[in-house]
Structures are given as structure tokens and as C-alpha cells.
């Protein structure tokens, strides 16, 4: 864990309220990290660009892992949920192709 809040001083921290999925229940409050344009590793690029951000992601390689999983990890938590995002759907489907074109 201590790890994890080091690298996340490069972000901004903000406590905020997260509803239920299906809106029963109250809130509860989660931190939620945000990379910001005064973060030396920001760009925006990968907003606009969703083949620069697949391409970053597949090749991404933290101390806590591979990018990738991050993001296919949050894919499988929306198909769970029954949520459908097609920038997401897009941005799993080009990482995949990235990562199937490294190992050839």
C-alpha cells in the first residue's frame, strides 16, 4: 500500500460519493485519483485518440503490473454489471490486437 500512495502523489485525491449500481442503498465514499495536466506524465492525447491509448496500454508495464489488466479487468466488471461503453469495448478490442501483434 505504501507503494501505491507514493506513485499517487502524481495525482490529485478526492474523497467522493459513490452511488449503487442500481441506486438502492446509500452512498458510500471512495478516493478517487485523478491525473491532472500539471502531472509531468500527463497528456491528453489518449482522450482523443483511442489507438495511441491502446498502443501505450498493451506495452505498459508498472510495479503493480501490466496496464492491460487494469483495463480488461474493468471491462469484465462492466459486462458483470450489464454496462456497455463503446470506448471502452474499442480500447480492450485495440490492446488486444496490440498485444496479439507484439508476439508475432
Keep these: ?3 501505491f500512495i507514493s506513485r499517487a502523489r502524481s495525482y490529485t485525491r478526492e474523497l467522493v460519493d459513490v452511488f449503487p449500481f442500481k441506486g438502492d ?3 458510500v465514499k471512495a478516493l478517487l485519483y485523478t491525473g491532472t495536466p500539471d502531472n509531468p ?4 492525447r489518449p482522450i482523443s485518440d483511442v489507438e495511441f491509448a ?7 508495464v508498472g510495479p503493480s503490473g501490466p496496464n492491460a489488466e ?11 454489471v450489464g454496462e456497455h461503453c463503446g470506448y471502452i469495448e474499442r480500447l480492450c478490442a485495440l490492446t488486444r490486437q496490440y498485444m496479439q ?4
Aim: glycine share 4%; no cysteine; proline share 9%.
Design 70 to 80: 487494469y483495463l480488461f479487468e474493468l471491462e469484465t466488471f462492466l459486462n458483470s
Design 25 to 27: 442503498g446509500p452512498p
Design 101 to 104: 501483434s507484439e508476439k508475432a
Design 54 to 60: 491502446a498502443a501505450t496500454i498493451a506495452k505498459a
Design 41 to 44: 506524465n500527463f497528456t491528453p
Design 1 to 3: 500500500m505504501s507503494f
